[in-house]
Each structure stands twice: as C-alpha cells, then as structure tokens.
C-alpha cells in the first residue's frame, strides 16, 4: 500500500507561484510514476502533469504548459508541482497520485493507482 501526502496549497494573487509537495511512503517512491491533478467546483478531476519514475520524462496539459513544472527527489520519495504565472483559472482542490501499474505516459485518472487527499489552490484577481 502507497500513501501520499501533499503540501504546498494556499492562496496567491494572479500572477504569483506556488510550489505543491507530495511524499510517498509505504513502498519505494521512485519506482512510481507521479503525477498531479485538479478539480475545480462542479467539474471532474483532471489532468495537470506527470513524470516518470527515473524522472527523464514529463507531461503537461495544454493549458499549464510553459507555467508549471513537475519533478521528484526519489531520494526524499518526493514530487513537486512549481506552479508560475498562476490565474485565477487555476483554483482547485490538487491531488497527487502515483502510477504503478497503469501505461507509460497516461494521463487519464484510471491510469493511478494511488492517491492523496488534496490540497486547496486559490488564486485571486
């Protein structure tokens, strides 16, 4: 069993930054994929970011390309989220997640194995 733990939420002003934390536990973290979503009120979970396991590769959605950056420390079981330029857009509840058996790259919710509980984004104009 994996558990996950964020940190890192809060609230901003548009235009500032954040960094969100997640570290694993349970089993060793850097043979798990790692990826970050968000859910916004009323609207279903989606995808942010992903790295892989040895961390040579990365995913982005469209919408936080060039703003936001994913990367791990597999010594310290941890992963980041560096979230740049954030817009009011960007409010939601952010959920890590971790992949151990899902395909190479998904990005769908079915595509993690594991979860954290959530932590608050919000973002003011």
């Known amino acids: 069993q994996v558990q996950l733990m964020e940190s890192g939420g809060g609230q901003v002003g548009a235009g500032g930054s954040l960094k969100l934390s997640c570290r694993a536990s349970?089993?060793?973290?850097?043979?798990?994929?790692m990826g970050w979503f968000r859910q916004r009120p009323g609207t279903e979970r989606e995808f942010v970011a992903r790295?892989?396991?040895?961390?040579?590769?990365?995913y982005y959605a469209d919408d936080v390309k060039g703003r936001f950056t994913i990367s791990r420390e597999n010594a310290e079981n941890t992963a980041y989220l560096l979230m740049n330029s954030l817009k009011p857009d960007d409010t939601a509840v952010y959920y890590c997640?971790?992949?151990?058996?899902?395909?190479?790259?998904?990005?769908?919710?079915?595509?993690?194995?594991?979860w954290g509980q959530g932590t608050q984004v919000a973002v003011s104009s």
């Open positions: 997640a971790a992949a151990l058996y899902g395909p190479a790259g998904g990005t769908r919710t079915n595509h993690f194995d594991y």
């Open positions: 790295i892989s396991w040895k961390g040579e590769r990365t």
């Open positions: 349970g089993r060793p973290g850097s043979t798990l994929a």
